[in-house]
């Protein structure tokens, strides 16, 4: 059973910066692809990032040149950068995985979720 733990939320003023962490347990493997959600109050799900190992790594055009996306196989970990945060950047963010994901920003393809980590940004 994979379960996806997320953390490092928080309220920052804009400009500012955040790392989000999500750790992974049970059967993940360094090729799975990982990804990078959010949702604002009212909002559809969407897509920030995502990368699988020996594959491409995708961002939102939202969010490219301020977040960046990472993983640590050695501690199953997954990582997203946050800097130059902007008020719209407000959203539950969660973490997503799965083995076989044809299309990255589509939610539909991850079977296993985390419960999600609240950033909020100021102006």
């Known amino acids: 059973q994979v379960q996806l733990v997320e953390s490092g939320g928080g309220s920052v003023q804009a400009g500012g910066s955040l790392r989000l962490s999500c750790v992974a347990s049970g059967n993940t493997y360094s090729w799975w692809r990982m990804a990078w959600f959010r949702q604002a109050p009212g909002m559809e799900r969407e897509g920030v990032a995502s990368?699988?190992?020996?594959?491409?790594?995708y961002y939102a055009d939202s969010v490219l040149g301020r977040f960046t996306i990472s993983r640590d196989n050695a501690n199953n970990t997954l990582c997203l950068q946050m800097n130059s945060l902007k008020p719209e950047d407000t959203a539950m963010y969660y973490c997503?995985?799965?083995?076989?994901?044809?299309?990255?920003?589509?939610?539909?393809?991850?079977?296993?979720w985390g419960q999600g980590t609240q950033v909020t940004v100021s102006s």
């Open positions: 997503a995985a799965d083995p076989f994901v044809p299309d990255w920003t589509q939610q539909k393809y991850y079977n296993y």
């Open positions: 990368l699988a190992s020996g594959e491409t790594t």
